[in-house]
């Protein structure tokens, strides 16, 4: 794994964005994993003046996102389509038809999680997949205990992660219950993976992460089972990995 260190988090975003713009200049049929969340948001910001500043184009590159709350529809303030659409796509010149998000309001849910994985296969595995970082070490909606094996399902989400994700909802029992996601075996298809961690309240994470092993309970541990992940750390997130090597 390549560890990049940086100061802050407008470092990580932008150092981010210079690889995701690398990958698209190398290839403009690239096929990027995309994150929701307060992580990636700066690199969307960045990628948003790559287009504006830097003559980026995305007309031919498509998306695959992670994830996508169940219950809630592409109109939903709070769902990660509409998350993306505004952060995003909406400011590149992407084509929507080529963007991915599972249907969070498609039923029966397997149905739409089958249909998931197929197009994975079929469009995809991305040749860049972006992650964020749970505190719990989930990825995407994966939280502890979900096997290796796993491909697109749907989760029933732990407290810890509701309750951290209300931050966006006006209240807790607004936060949806359940959620589809891309599986760890899934996320494992993808060329390279980009992982992004700032702030404090990773730094456990973070840590742990870097004292390698792989373990089912920490969901992040299986991409050492991965050739070419790049983690980058801004000085809050790395602190408590870098004390214990002092
Ligand atoms: C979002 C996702 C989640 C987040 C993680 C970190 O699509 O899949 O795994 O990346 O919960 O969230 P933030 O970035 O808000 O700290």
């Not at 210079?18 to 700066?42: F, H, K, M, Y």
């Not at 992040?220 to 090597?245: G, M, Q, R």
Request: charged share 20%.
């Amino acid at each position: 794994m390549k560890l990049i260190r940086v100061e802050n988090y407008e470092e990580m975003s932008s150092s981010a964005a210079r690889l995701v713009e690398q990958q698209i200049l190398d290839n403009s049929r690239s096929v990027l994993g995309l994150a929701t969340g307060s992580t990636p948001l700066g690199l969307y910001e960045q990628l948003i003046r790559g287009v504006q500043e830097r003559n980026i184009s995305y007309k031919q590159v498509q998306t695959i996102s992670l994830d996508e709350y169940c219950g809630l529809s592409a109109a939903h303030p709070n769902s990660y389509r509409y998350f993306m659409n505004e952060h995003l796509f909406q400011h590149i010149d992407i084509q929507l038809d080529n963007t991915h998000i599972p249907d969070g309001t498609a039923s029966p849910v397997e149905d739409e999680c089958r249909r998931y994985e197929a197009l994975i296969d079929r469009i995809g595995p991305p040749h860049l997949q972006i992650l964020g970082l749970g505190t719990n070490g989930h990825i995407g909606f994966n939280e502890p205990g979900t096997p290796e094996a796993s491909v697109t399902h749907c989760v029933k989400l732990e407290e810890s992660t509701r309750k951290s994700n209300a931050r966006f909802f006006s209240d807790l029992n607004s936060v949806p219950t359940h959620a589809i996601t891309m599986g760890i075996q899934s996320i494992l298809k993808s060329e390279q993976i980009l992982v992004l961690a700032s702030g404090k309240k990773k730094a456990p994470a973070v840590k742990r992460f870097l004292a390698g092993g792989v373990s089912e309970d920490f969901p992040v541990s299986f991409l050492w089972k991965h050739p070419h992940v790049t983690l980058i750390v801004d000085k809050e997130a790395y602190s408590l990995a870098a004390a214990e090597k002092e």
